[in-house]
């Protein structure tokens, strides 16, 4: 059975730092990071191949946020920087055969963990 755990959420001041962390059991998938803040959909951050050779990224984020796996730890990492406060959502990570940034596509979901930046 596959479990994703995320990790690393919190409380920052704008144009601060964190990383998220998603450890996975099972077999290595291509991952994503998806967001969901209040009242709004849930909405595509980042995604990365099974290979880490292949990187993706919301428009939001671009120049931000760093995807990145290490495949030896079955764990994928969101390091965000520069945080602003309309980056206030619980951030979910997920697996997918595919490298896409459509949710649906995705059948393995963590719990999510959440990201509250004040201004």
């Known amino acids: 059975q596959v479990q994703l755990v995320e990790s690393g959420g919190g409380l920052v001041q704008a144009g601060g730092s964190l990383r998220l962390s998603c450890a996975a059991s099972g077999r290595t998938f291509s991952m994503g990071w998806f967001r969901q803040a209040p009242g709004k959909e849930r909405e595509f951050v980042a995604a990365?191949?099974?290979?880490?050779?292949?990187?993706y990224y919301a428009p939001s984020v671009k120049g931000r946020f760093t995807i990145s796996r290490d495949n030896a730890k079955n764990t994928v990492f969101l390091q965000m920087n520069s945080l602003k406060p309309e980056d206030t959502a619980v951030y979910y990570c997920?697996?997918?055969?595919?490298?896409?940034?459509?949710?649906?596509?995705?059948?393995?979901w963590g719990q999510g963990t959440q990201v509250t930046v004040s201004s």
């Open positions: 990365i191949s099974g290979s880490g050779g292949s990187t």
């Open positions: 997920a697996g997918s055969n595919l490298v896409t940034t459509q949710a649906s596509a995705y059948d393995y």
